[in-house]
């Protein structure tokens, strides 16, 4: 995949253009299992704009995060729907201060809004996907994501359950003014069934205008 380069506040603020699918329901993305239990669940597809980054998950995403949610005040909007962050370069070894993230957002609204003609974003089509879920509520840190992922792992060598992806996590939650203990995400694998694909996004670059 094409490196991106933007830095990484610029491209919280321009993820916030993300494309909207009104076929797409906020019930489809939240949470149906209670915080601290595993479900397996589908995720439908839809389309965003992607740009990937480096960093660091408790520091670096969570300031853009933040000066994203300011952009969505700006606009009257409420953020209702996740972000989806992944973390590709996991299965090759857990994540350093420069390990790759891979960040798509989506928003509930009708507004419309050009699409963004800065360098190193792409439209994507992310597929359906099946995947193992671990729900929590608490800041958004390494540390409860690792929590998630140990939860996960345990219960796929369990039930004979295979990973099929590297593993992320949705923010349901705007951390720019909710108390860290009212935060609610949800660690995600990729499994294998007997319909399920390959996760892999399919990508292509803006159009010209």
């Known amino acids: 995949m094409m490196r991106r380069s933007l830095s990484l506040l610029s491209t919280a603020a321009i993820l916030l253009l993300a ?12 949470p149906n299992v209670e915080p601290g239990k595993i479900v397996v669940r589908t995720i439908p597809g839809y389309p965003a704009i992607e740009a990937e980054i480096e960093g660091s998950v408790e520091k670096d995403w969570e300031r853009g995060f933040r000066q994203g949610a300011r952009y969505v005040a700006s606009i009257e909007n409420e953020l209702r729907w996740p972000i989806v962050v992944t973390f590709p370069d996991w299965l090759n070894q857990p994540p350093q201060p420069k390990a790759r993230m891979l960040v798509h957002l989506i928003l509930n609204t009708q507004r419309d809004f ?12 992310q597929p359906t996907v099946n995947v193992a879920c671990y729900a929590l509520r608490g800041a958004y840190t390494l540390e409860n994501f690792k929590k998630g992922l140990t939860e996960i792992q345990t219960y796929l060598k369990q039930n004979n359950l295979t990973q099929n992806g590297p593993p992320r996590v949705l923010y349901y939650s705007n951390p720019a003014w909710m108390p860290s203990f009212w935060l609610l995400q949800e660690v995600q694998v990729p499994i294998l069934n007997s ?7 399919t990508s292509s670059a803006p159009a010209a205008n």
Do not use: Y
């Not at 050009?114 to 089509?125: N, Q, R, Y």
């Open 19 to 30: 494309l909207v699918n009104p076929s797409l329901r906020a019930d489809d993305f939240l």
């Open 114 to 125: 050009a699409f963004p003609k800065e360098k190193g974003l792409a439209m994507t089509d």
């Open 195 to 201: 319909s399920s694909t390959s996760t892999e996004p």
